[in-house]
């Protein structure tokens, strides 16, 4: 498989002036770097999380650096059902007018253990919060999305979304179903020019869910997630025009 990368993505300036984008997972990680990012490049950033404190956090840091006010929309993904996201559409369409943007950031590992021991409950939880989250979210959310002039989805992938791995049983199966949901959307949308649909790879990445993947991994060896900013900046900038396409970010 030919998988573009978008290692060498250069830096841009000011690529997000006046996009409305809303980040899932904004409290942590790569979500948190990539959301201060997109408010350095003029966007305004709806940071969506479970924890409200790390999301303050991420607030804070926006407002310190006197960038557009961002909104924080607390939503546990396993707990949420369809109306909290029309209810969330609503909010956004009352607030902006539009949506220009969407980062399906937000995942969860589950455990790393053989599908012969895999618990049933635990694997519907990886998928619900995976994949069919993102699904309700992007279904309510369309409405708001094709309001914008140029909007961009972005799913994030694996590269056990891409190829199985032995143990990785409920997260690797949500992020073959996320690169089908992404490309699904891209093709029934093909013929719609304001709105694109793409997938990211983030790789190697030093955060909380590596830390509980590969505990003993010299950390120093792998990616922090400021590194990726680049890749995540270009796929919600005017230089996009990709429609469907599996990136890897290194
Ligand atoms: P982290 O675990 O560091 O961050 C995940 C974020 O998702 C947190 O902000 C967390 O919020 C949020 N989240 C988790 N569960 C829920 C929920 N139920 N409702 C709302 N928010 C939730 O992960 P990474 O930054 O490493 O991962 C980001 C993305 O990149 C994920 O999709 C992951 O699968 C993917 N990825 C990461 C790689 C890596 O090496 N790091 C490699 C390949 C893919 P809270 O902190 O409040 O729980």
Redesign the pocket.
Known sequence: MNIPSLKNTPTLVNALTNKVILI?????????AVAIEYAKQGATVIL????IK??EKVYDEIVSLGKNTPAIFP??????HEKDYEDMADVIEKEYGRLDGLL??????GTLTPIAQYDAAQWQKVMH??VT?AFVMTKALLPVLLKSENASVVF??????RMGRAYWGA?SAS?FATESLMQTLADEFENTKNIRFNSI??????????L??FPAEDKSL??K?VDLVNAYVYLFSEKSDDNGVMFNAQ
Do not use: E, F, Q, W
Not at 75 to 80: E, P, R, V
Not at 104 to 109: F, G, P, R, V, Y
Not at 156 to 161: H, Y
């Open positions: 899932t997972g904004a409290g942590a990680g790569i979500g948190k969506l999380g479970k924890t790390k999301l939503l546990d993904l396993a707990g949420a399906h950031n937000a995942s969860i590992l919060v995976n989250a994030t992938s694996s590269s056990v979304g997260y992020k790879n983030p790789g190697a990445t030093h955060t909380g869910m590596r509980s993947a792998i990616a997630p």
